[in-house]
């Protein structure tokens, strides 16, 4: 029954995105209301807010579960480089193009996933590529590419907050490369992530192998 119940919630939320994307599409995100996408949707107003508080959080979730759709394919495509280094760029050249062809928006995505940070809010689940990042991450830990002093988990956030702090300057400054936003994040989180560390003090240490 509760398997049920939350693949009956799913479906539902899906529609709704999927709804509200088509008019964001038609009319442009910003002139977009809630209450036209209850009414396109089909929903009562009630049952669209006991799904997403705000506009955001529709957007928010189209764009993940288009991001889950595509990993599938792009996981293989990842996992079949070497390194870690390289299984990323080719992650991150993907995402550039992904966020070229959806620019209109990348600024309220950001708004959102920022004021979750801050709100500490877990209603709406996390990228997909956090996941793929912490695997990406273990894998490069057993190879002695990254660090093992810390987890998995924790170095991926680390490394998604780069990714959208990329995001977030490709935004604001017009002209540049989000290709080469990321991939100088890339090697900013190496750098701090690699096997020879800074301890505090400013020494260099190594750090310890498993």
Request: hydrophobic share 45%; no cysteine; net charge neutral.
């Amino acid at each position: 029954m509760a398997d049920r119940t939350a693949r009956k919630r799913r479906q539902t939320r899906d529609h709704i995105a999927a709804t509200a994307h088509a008019l964001f599409e038609r009319d442009g995100y910003e002139a977009v209301t809630m209450e036209q996408i209850a009414a396109q949707a089909d929903v009562a107003r009630g049952t669209l807010y006991n799904h997403f508080p705000v506009k955001e959080a529709v957007l928010v979730h189209w764009m993940h579960a288009q991001l889950e759709a595509d990993l599938g394919t792009l996981a293989a495509e990842v996992l079949s480089r070497e390194s870690f280094l390289s299984r990323v760029a080719t992650l991150l050249d993907v995402s550039a193009q992904w966020w070229e062809q959806h620019r209109q928006y990348a600024a309220p995505y950001i708004r959102f996933r920022f004021q979750q940070v801050r709100d500490a809010d877990e209603g709406e689940p996390s990228s997909g590529l956090i996941p793929l990042y912490a695997r990406l991450v273990a894998d490069a830990q057993k190879a002695g590419e990254l660090r093992p002093d810390a987890s998995p988990e924790r170095l991926a956030f680390y490394l998604h907050f780069l990714y959208l702090a990329a995001v977030m300057t490709w935004l604001g400054t017009p002209g540049i490369s989000l290709a080469e936003e990321f991939s100088q994040a890339l090697a900013f989180f190496v750098q701090g992530a690699g096997q020879t560390a800074t301890a505090p003090g400013g020494k260099k240490r190594a750090s310890r192998r498993s």
